[in-house]
């Protein structure tokens, strides 16, 4: 059974950096992508950030450009998050998604087939 766990998530100051990251277990090759997507209270649940496994193409959201960025680490199946510049509308439920079968809808949820429980992201202003 494929498990997705997110951990990194904390309270921090607007303006600081914070790393998420998401490790696999149950699984023994690569996922086609492996995102990040959050959800604040009373939201929808939405696109944050996506690699492409294998060519290790990236994907951001609009509001996260610049100051996000995502990275993969092969060895150990997992996915990181590295956020800068956080500011209150960041504070969110981050979580970690990937897809096992090749999508081109990776900046929506329908897109991947296994996620994280979440790791909560709280900026305060």
């Known amino acids: 059974q494929v498990q997705l766990v997110e951990s990194g998530g904390k309270l921090v100051q607007a303006g600081d950096s914070l790393n998420l990251s998401c490790v696999t277990s149950?699984?023994?090759?690569?996922?086609?992508?492996m995102g990040w997507f959050r959800q604040a209270p009373g939201k929808e649940r939405e696109f944050v950030a996506t690699?492409?496994?294998?060519?290790?193409?990236?994907h951001y959201a609009d509001s996260v450009k610049g100051r996000f960025a995502i990275s993969r680490d092969n060895a150990e199946n997992a996915v990181f998050l590295q956020m800068t510049r956080l500011q209150p509308e960041d504070t969110a439920v981050y979580y970690c998604?990937?897809?096992?079968?090749?999508?081109?809808?990776?900046?929506?949820?329908?897109?991947?087939?296994?996620w994280g429980q979440g790791t909560q992201v709280t900026v305060s202003s």
């Open positions: 998604a990937a897809a096992s079968f090749v999508t081109h809808y990776w900046h929506h949820i329908d897109g991947y087939d296994h």
């Open positions: 149950g699984r023994t090759f690569s996922f086609y992508a």
């Open positions: 690699i492409i496994w294998n060519t290790r193409t990236t």
